[in-house]
């Protein structure tokens, strides 16, 4: 999910979680070339400084910083937001929702679906806030560390090999990044909101991402586990 808020001529500021590898990382050097200010919100602190040092080493100057960050862990989600507050570094103009693992395959597509109702959702609740918007993105097939995630003790015979050979049919991490990319910098899309892309383009998402119903318990859900209060944003009137 990508959330662009409109702002003023400045420097732009992206929080990418899992920024410091895969797509993310493309992104966070793309981004940091056209001028931003990047922060790679990660769970591994060593991995997330040896991202910054390496963008920082091919692009002197760069302004790239990381932040300790487990969305697994709902305390660490709590203390990354309450330091960004308590510094005054809230203030993005983009976030990018990169990171996510699931072991089983079942588990993961769903996320994916949940990522997709969670962002029509969001944006039914912006309506009246049309400075923000909310768009999510299918990056293609590509060759990151996910594949790790997928191979266990039952599988890893042959789920390992499979996904060695399939991936030189993948795109690379580069590759897979320009939507995110895209959605994330292109003044073609700051006004675009509540739409799914691939491959920079708006496209239909299932039909099952558009069920407005589901979509709002999921966010119900979502309030119930984080323990902040359901009607945070009033969602708009569904027909």
Known sequence: MVAQAAGAERVKRVLITGGNTGIGFETAKSLCAKGWDVTLACRDKGRAAAAVASIKEQQPGAQVSSLNLDLANLASVKAAASSL?????ADFDVLLNNAG???PWEAYGQSKLANILFTY???RRLKDYPQVTVNCLHPGVVRTELGRYMVNSSNQMWMGPAIYLASFF???PQQGAQTSIYLASSPDVANTTSKYFVDCKAVASSRASHDASVA???WEYSAALTKVP???LQPAKVA
């Not at 507050?85 to 570094?89: L, R």
Request: with cysteine; hydrophobic share 45%; proline share 0%.
């Open 121 to 123: 959702e969001l944006a």
């Open 85 to 89: 507050v308590d510094t005054g570094c």
């Open 101 to 103: 693992a699931y072991s």
């Open 230 to 232: 359901a009607d945070i």
């Open 170 to 172: 993948f795109k690379t």
């Open 216 to 218: 709002a318990r999921l």
